[in-house]
T-cell receptor, first 116, second 109 residues
């Protein structure tokens, strides 16, 4: 069964360092999402891509976070510099081309980031 | 602002049906109702979605009120593996897939 792949699963980094997360969506899925989930809370959408274009990044802290999906397939989320408050689970999800609200989203297992 | 209201937590006994409520009193005509669940240390998993009619799949049933201001996710026979946080989400083309706090379901053996 096709899955959304994320790596690494776990990452520990020191504050002020740079960190990057990678996501490979299900093949053929044009829509890709990045979420951040703080322990005990629901996932918070950071950015949504349609192919290589950003659809919404209004919740992305752009002073330190960046996201790209250069060829419209896999995607990278970067934080530079990392802060203690960035410790969270970072989730990637994808949905079918032209998906929209009548389509399910598939989530990866996430990357657990700990900033020390 | 997820614009849905769910109880923080619920308990159920194993092998009994579970009805998880969701209030979405300000829903618009183009909003779909989606349900996802998240098991401990895993990413969210799609459960079911619908627009107006009740929906059934292998995981659950979704009952949508006639006025669409509320819905209920029904697990027909809860198992220990159904213990998770269940999220009810309003989703339309104009807003993103936005999660709220969800309902933590505990299943007792």
């Amino acid at each position: 069964e096709a899955e959304v792949a994320q790596s690494p699963r776990y990452k520990i980094t020191e504050k002020s360092q740079a960190v990057a997360f990678w996501c490979d969506p299900i093949s053929g899925h044009a829509t890709l999402y990045w979420y951040r989930q703080i322990l005990g809370q629901g996932p918070e959408l950071l950015v949504q891509f349609q192919d290589e274009s950003v659809v919404d990044d209004s919740q992305l802290p752009k002073d330190r976070f960046s996201a790209e999906r250069l060829k419209g397939v896999d995607s990278t989320l970067k934080i530079q510099p990392a802060e203690l408050g960035d410790s969270a689970m970072y989730l990637c999800a994808s949905s079918k081309t032209g998906g929209g609200p009548n389509t399910e989203a598939f989530f990866g297992q996430g990357t657990r980031l700990t900033v020390v | 602002d997820a614009k849905t209201t769910q109880p923080n937590s619920m308990e159920s006994n194993e092998e009994e049906p579970v009805h998880l409520p969701c209030n979405h009193s300000t829903i618009s005509g183009t909003d779909y109702i989606h349900w996802y669940r998240q098991l401990p240390s895993q990413g969210p998993e799609y459960v079911i979605h619908g627009l107006t009619s009740n929906v059934n799949n292998r995981m659950a049933s979704l009952a949508i009120a006639e006025d669409r201001k509320s819905s209920t996710l029904i697990l027909h026979r809860a198992t220990l593996r159904d213990a998770a946080v269940y999220y009810c989400i309003r989703y339309n083309a104009g807003n993103m897939l936005t999660f709220g706090g969800g309902t933590r379901l505990m299943v007792k053996p």
